[in-house]
């Protein structure tokens, strides 16, 4: 039902006292190697709810990728579309200080060298889905190809719907824009798309959504963290609350957020219906460490 397009990357995790500066070494914990990368994270939030997931992605021929396949595959996500070699896997070297603010320095790697060409010889996992879900850790130009396989169709069928999450931020392509359905984004994300604009420096959300909906998406979705997620659909903007959790780590809540909506609206859900899920699946993420470690089972988010 959901295929997911996007990047994979090894986490590697060290917390430090502090950081340090030009030409200075501080010792840190022990090393800590999680999976992760927004493209794998949202397959894995999907899957583990129970979604037909596929993912599309590179990793290289190495130990960090055969870790992501191999925790692709424990949560039950088909990994005929994740491609090997290349490049090495992505990854993602983070520092976490005491106050729990991270600086994190990524290597793309493979996942730079997922192409227009790697789409097109998938095209038979993306005709299979009902939706397809997006990030920016991939290269623009992949993420239009599939924007335009997915609007072309097949074989007199329509193609997939298409979810975009714009992170980490990047102006978009106006036909990107007009195809997502809807477009994911935090607040720091919906921010940077309406900088241009005075409303980009408003402090209400829904004036974001609206302000964004006039760019082209057919809906938009903001996240708002504790808050929830605000709707807006061209007929209404409509805030659905999140439930009331003592947050632990926030680290992946928004992948969780947004795989969850995706598969939701590949089997059906209205879309304020599917976002009324995903804040229960951001929530029941943000109560757990780590990211796809955190990710609840549909047993979990209906037990909250
Ligand atoms: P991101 O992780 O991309 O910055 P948000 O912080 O908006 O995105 O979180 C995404 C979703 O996760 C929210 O819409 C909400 O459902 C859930 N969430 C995040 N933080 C909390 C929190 N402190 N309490 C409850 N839900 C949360």
Do not use: M
């Not at 502090?18 to 992760?36: K, M």
């Not at 335009?148 to 069928?157: H, N, P, W």
Request: with cysteine; net charge negative.
């Amino acid at each position: 039902d959901l295929l997911v397009v996007g990047s994979a990357n090894a986490d590697l995790v060290i917390g430090v006292d502090r950081r340090p500066g030009a030409g200075e070494t501080v010792l840190g914990s022990d090393l800590a190697v999680h999976p992760g990368g927004k493209g794998a994270n949202q397959a894995v939030a999907a899957a583990r709810l129970g979604a037909r997931t596929a993912l599309l992605a590179r990793v290289g021929d190495d130990d960090y990728g055969r870790l992501l396949l191999d925790s692709q595959a424990k949560a039950g996500v088909d990994t005929v579309g994740v491609l090997v070699g290349g490049a090495p896997t992505g990854v993602a070297l983070i520092t976490v200080d005491p106050s729990g603010d991270n600086s994190i320095v990524v290597s793309q790697g493979a996942n730079a060298r997922l192409t227009p060409g790697d789409v097109r010889a998938a095209a038979s996992l993306l005709a299979a889905a009902r939706v397809v879900s997006l990030q920016l850790e991939i290269p623009l130009e992949t993420v239009a190809e599939v924007v335009r396989a997915a609007g072309a169709g097949f074989g007199g069928r329509p193609g997939p719907r298409v979810v975009l999450n714009p992170s980490p931020t990047a102006p978009l392509p106006t036909d990107v824009l007009a195809a997502c359905d809807p477009l994911v984004v935090n607040e720091h994300e919906a921010r940077f798309l309406l900088s241009d604009a005075p409303v980009g420096s408003s402090d209400d959300p829904e004036e974001w959504a609206d302000a964004l909906l006039s760019r082209g998406p057919r809906s938009v979705v903001v996240t708002l963290g504790a808050e929830g997620a605000l709707v807006a659909d061209g007929d209404r903007t409509v805030l659905v609350p999140s439930p009331a959790v003592t947050a632990v780590d926030t680290t992946g809540a928004g992948d969780a957020f947004t795989g969850a909506l995706a598969w939701r609206l590949g089997v059906g859900d209205d879309l304020p219906t599917a976002v009324r899920f995903a804040v229960r699946v951001g929530a029941a993420a943000v109560t757990r460490a780590g990211a796809q470690a955190s990710f609840p089972s549909a047993e979990e988010v209906a037990a909250l």
